[in-house]
């Protein structure tokens, strides 16, 4: 009649329970309310006044869905989530167990559909089409790209002791400054600022150091240091020779420079005579002085002055035979400026002999 309450069959032998006012639907047991369907359409249970299509209102709400199949693990429950396309319904993903033999519990975006994970009304985490996960960015460049806007990426605490944390990689490990890796090139993330990259890539156990002045991207890295597998430190080059454990291209600065000289560390050890300090200083007087630039130098920067590796006395050069060693050089010397002594106090006393014969 258009008023009322109908409770009964349609032409159509649809059941039903129809209110015709603008008023809320009530179902009870018990002699208590416990679901509700307002005028809006909302489906209360617990609740007299749902505020969405379904909302359920209880000390411990529970929602179960079961599947009926008589097995713990063969089971197919989740639920869906999707949209409407021309008309129809369109999925966009699912929550649940879609496995249907392995007990797993999926989170599931369909083709073109990301995973977002938020907290404190923002936007934390996200898993984009491409199976890249982001932690403080919506655009992660990598399998995991992590951004904080302290400076702050990743940090691993051991919970017993609150040191002693480790980041591992099976084949190489990147440590980087205001760079990320887009699959093809490194990048800035800031270009009026420099980077730079710590790596071990492959499984040679190297590990270089690189930098990078501010600039357009993708980043031109120079290398900077090289550390090899046998513990040989290279600073200007990448394959410091296996003969030092500190090779270095480029002039070098410092206090303070000590060599081991403590009979604690030599073996084979004996003096030289009057005949051997004789023998070097004919040596030493024969040696060339050169002045020379480094290949690496600027063409503008200064002359310097010194040896050549090929015209020194063999008792100084280094052994691989390209250097000069600068220990030897000062025994070297020492022992030529005691030849000359030796000759000075011989003129000496000759000179004192022709005196005295006056």
Same mark, same amino acid.
């Given at each position: 009649?258009?008023? $009322?309450? &109908? ?14 006012? +603008? %008023? ?7 002699? @208590? ?36 199949? +008589? ?32 007990? %797993? ?20 985490? !996200?898993? +984009? ?6 932690? $403080?960015?919506?655009? *992660? ?5 992590? !951004? ?18 480790? &980041? ?16 093809? +090139? ?10 730079? &990259?710590?790596?071990?890539? $492959?499984?040679?156990? %190297? ?10 991207? *993708?980043?031109?890295? %120079?290398? !900077? ?86 015209? @020194? *006395? ?6 691989? $035979? ?12 020492? @022992?030529?400026?005691? @030849? ?19």
């Amino acid at each position: 009649t258009g008023a $009322g309450l &109908l409770i009964g069959y349609s032409a159509s032998d649809k059941a039903y329970i129809w209110n015709y006012q +603008n %008023t809320a639907l009530g179902f009870a047991v018990n002699n @208590a309310e416990k679901m509700t369907i307002n005028n809006d359409g909302n489906v209360g249970i617990g609740t007299a006044a749902p505020a969405e299509e379904l909302e359920i209102f209880s000390t411990l709400p529970i929602i179960r869905i079961r599947d009926s199949d +008589n097995s713990a693990e063969a089971t197919n429950v989740y639920i869906e989530l999707g949209g409407t396309s021309a008309g129809a319904w369109s999925r966009t993903g699912f929550i649940g167990d879609g496995s249907i033999s392995l007990q %797993t519990i999926d989170m599931w975006g369909d083709s073109g559909t990301s995973l977002r994970f938020g907290a404190g009304g923002t936007e934390v985490m !996200r898993i +984009n089409t491409a199976g890249n996960v982001g932690i $403080g960015t919506t655009a *992660p460049g990598g399998k995991i790209d992590m !951004r904080d806007a302290n400076g702050r990426q990743l940090l691993l605490t051991n919970s017993s002791t609150g040191s002693h944390s480790f &980041l591992n990689a099976p084949v190489g490990a990147f440590l980087c400054g205001n760079a990320y890796w887009d699959q093809t +090139n490194w990048n800035r993330f800031d270009t009026t600022k420099p980077a730079s &990259l710590v790596t071990s890539f $492959g499984d040679d156990g %190297t590990i270089q150091f690189y930098t990078a002045p501010s600039g357009a991207n *993708p980043i031109p890295w %120079t290398e !900077r240091m090289h550390i090899t597998n046998d513990g040989n430190v290279g600073i200007g080059t990448s394959t410091p020779t296996t003969s030092y454990k500190l090779d270095v291209i480029g002039a070098i600065r410092c206090e303070s420079l000590t060599q081991y000289s403590s009979k604690d560390y030599k073996q084979d050890i004996s003096a030289l005579d009057s005949s051997d300090y004789q023998e070097l200083l004919g040596k030493l007087t024969q040696t060339k002085v050169f002045r020379f630039r480094s290949k690496e130098a600027d063409e503008n920067s200064k002359l310097r002055l010194g040896l050549i590796a090929e015209e @020194a *006395p063999q008792e100084i050069v280094s052994q691989e $035979g390209k250097g000069i060693d600068l220990g030897e050089a000062i025994g070297f010397l020492i @022992a030529a400026v005691k @030849a000359q002594q030796q000759q000075i106090q011989i003129l000496k006393e000759e000179i004192r002999k022709l005196k005295s014969s006056l």
